[in-house]
DNA sequence: GTATTGAATTTTGCATTCAAAATCCAAAGT
DNA sequence: ACTTTGGATTTTGAATGCAAAATTCAATAC
């Protein structure tokens, strides 16, 4: 019998839990806002029971806070939190990368760079947002071609808890630069499956990603505490 | 006004969370058991709603598999689970270790120092159970000198996914003269405060944990799959 | 004897309900 | 005017209720 791709089926409080992510990643709802129940419950017209355990799922992946008998708020993006979460990070690609630098096929690595080419364009057009999107892409194609789903599991939840400060830096055209040029290298070393170094590059990439958010929040405290 | 430690309240779903994660790493659930909501409901004493919402985030732990309309089961630890897992908490392991070198106090370097003695002195008695409990606190020990929170956060997550492989794996001795060896090693690398080799030697010392678990899984088929 | 069907039973997903806690707000006191 | 107080209102936490889906199992067909 041909068992077509099994139907898919979603409970709502998983496709709540997706979107609900999505907003707060995406900076719809701010850190630090209160989560009314009521209205969220009203917004997507369900109940309270999968919304709230969605909530619980959220909290765990740290995107919300909930406090016993006053609800729920979005995490607030301390810069404490920036400086925790970005060498660990930086550990995951770094071994993200070491692992694709075994393991990617050919292919892959052609799509990688592929997507460094259009990113430097993007780059040259000083284009931010396309910047940030393929940027994101060429990480993602990396945690890809490691083959290891935990390990990008780790790394989606950290990515997804830090990706709402882009929203705060606007990054300095000096800061950009050095930012291709580090991505020149880790396309280098990847092309020449050069695992070690590539991961040295990605650890210095992320710890200069946080020096550039630091010191815009730290000019324009658009962050909290 | 002295406003003394903040009155501990929690609520039933942090509570049963808990407790499952326990009974599931502790191996009193084993891998692949249904979990029937019915009787734990009845076991804990209180209704399916907090409980259903405990175990959307052990599900999200990667501790229970829920499948829509199926019910709950302790996720089952595969060959690949393990595999996959053990490089990630030994990128893990090794920035905690780095950290710890940066900002540990002579007093944590001491306490390591102590419980590093105290396992050796199991080691030498054959004491698996004790030596055990003393490696991981050794262990949680060094990612709390780190003072990391979001390290550590990632780090208990994907140990207690791992550590009720243990339960299967009686190292065999030769292993655990090199386990052991590895410990001084690492004790020596924080004690000299070499970031870069203790980093290395915690890398190298879990994939050896891991090839320590293969083999027995290979010899003994303990575990699903 | 084995496989198949389908009705009874159980289990699951979600909505609703209810009690307890927190918040709001207006009246009283300083 | 400003703070305090206490009751009305809202919000939260957890239990219960209900419909839909899955499982079980005995009766039937092969």
Not at 81 to 93: K, M, R, S, T
Not at 209 to 215: A, D, G, I, P, Q
Request: with cysteine; charged share 30%; aromatic share 4%.
């Amino acid at each position: 019998m041909s068992t077509d791709s099994p139907i898919p089926r979603r409970s709502l409080h998983d496709e709540l839990a997706e979107r609900l992510r999505n907003q707060i990643v995406e900076g719809a709802l701010e850190p630090g806002a209160k989560i009314s129940e009521k209205d969220l419950c009203a917004a997507f017209e369900v109940s309270r029971t999968p919304l709230r355990e969605a909530l619980k799922v959220l909290a765990r992946e740290g995107l919300v806070v909930l406090t016993p008998h006053r609800g729920a708020h979005v995490a607030p993006l301390t810069v404490a939190d920036l400086e925790q979460a970005f060498p660990v990070i930086g550990a995951l690609e770094a071994l993200a990368g070491e692992l694709a630098c075994e393991r990617a096929n050919d292919g892959e690595i052609r799509e990688i760079s592929a997507l460094h080419k259009r990113m430097e364009t993007a780059y040259k057009a000083r284009d931010r947002k396309r910047y940030f999107r393929l940027n994101q892409q060429i990480h993602e194609a990396m945690a890809r071609a490691a083959r290891n789903p935990v390990l990008d599991q780790m790394r989606e939840m950290l990515a997804g808890r830090v990706a709402r400060a882009r929203y705060y830096a606007n990054i300095s055209m000096p800061r950009w630069e050095q930012a291709m040029m580090e991505h020149e290298e880790i396309l280098m070393a990847l092309e020449a499956r050069d695992g070690g170094r590539l991961g040295q590059v990605l650890k210095d990439h992320l710890a200069h990603k946080l020096e550039t958010l630091r010191s815009v929040i730290e000019s324009e405290g658009a962050v909290d505490e």
